[in-house]
């Protein structure tokens, strides 16, 4: 057989098999399956209380029950705790950004840096997220609490990044940003991170500005998958807009 045939074929950085979560009892996601290839820009897309930030618990093993099995980048971490999954270049850029408003841009820049003081590969430094994100640079000094929620948002995605990450799932990132926040930082920061060829997960209410980013696009309905394709695919079928995203 020719060696193309027979060569392996690279492992998904993330796969979903089967997976399903609860919160005491009542169920939110039911038999999900799902492989991203490394590089892909995954727009996470559903209504309200469709499952989507618990889809991205069960992934991190943060909350809900979990049954079905978890594997990042070849390793099956089903029921592994957080931090260890993280150590794989995993990182989340949550919800309210959950950056510390007391410390200033750099101090929580270092903190990141420290929880993986022992990572072999330090492809991020400080020098590098202060030249893809200058904005942060310029505020570097000034208290965290005191930025805007655009340059919040970049500092949440630097202090993901420099836990040496090369995969980051992000949640609501365009929550509460003016339209040109949203242009600035999305579409221009995180379109470079993923032209850089960084793999990434976006759930986003904002249809259109996550599938302007993403490769591929998966829509969530009452916790199970109804759509999984092209942004393109999706884009066209405006009965399934209408139906499952409200549009
Ligand atoms: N900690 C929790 N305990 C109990 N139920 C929860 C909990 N977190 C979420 N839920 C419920 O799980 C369902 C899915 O919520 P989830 O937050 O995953 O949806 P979502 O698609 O991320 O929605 P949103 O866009 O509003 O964040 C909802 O019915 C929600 O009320």
Redesign the pocket.
């Known amino acids: 057989m020719p060696a193309l045939l027979t060569a392996e074929k690279p492992a998904a950085c993330l796969s979903l098999s089967g997976l399903s979560a609860s919160?005491?009892g009542?169920g939110?996601l039911s038999d999900v399956d799902l492989a991203l290839a490394q590089g892909e820009v995954l727009a996470l897309l559903?209504?309200?209380?469709?499952?989507?930030?618990?889809?991205i618990?069960s992934i991190l093993n943060l909350?809900?029950t979990v049954g079905g099995r978890v594997s990042v980048k070849g390793h099956d971490v089903t029921g592994w705790p957080t931090h260890r999954i993280a150590r794989l270049g995993l990182a989340l850029v949550p919800?309210g950004r959950g950056v510390f408003p007391n410390l200033t841009v750099e101090e929580n820049l270092r903190m990141a840096m420290l929880w993986t003081r022992g990572a072999p590969d330090r492809r991020w430094t400080l020098e590098r997220a202060y030249e893809v994100f200058p904005r942060l640079a310029e505020r570097r000094r000034s208290s965290s609490g005191a930025l805007s929620g655009g340059e919040r948002q970049l500092l949440a995605i630097a202090r993901a990044l420099l836990t040496q990450a090369d995969f980051i799932i992000l949640?609501?990132p365009s929550e509460g940003l003016a339209p040109l926040a949203i242009e600035d930082v999305i579409i221009g920061s995180v379109g470079r991170l993923a032209r850089e060829g960084l793999t990434m997960v976006i759930?986003e209410?904002n249809v259109a500005m996550a599938l302007r980013l993403a490769t591929r696009a998966v829509v969530?309905a009452h916790?199970r998958i109804v759509f999984d394709g092209a942004p393109a695919t999706l884009l066209a079928d405006t009965d399934l807009q209408r139906e499952h995203l409200g549009l």
Not at 47 to 55: M, P, V, Y
């Open positions: 919160y005491d009542v939110i559903g209504r309200n209380g469709a499952g989507k930030t618990t889809l618990s909350e809900p919800q949640d609501e759930a209410q969530l916790g």
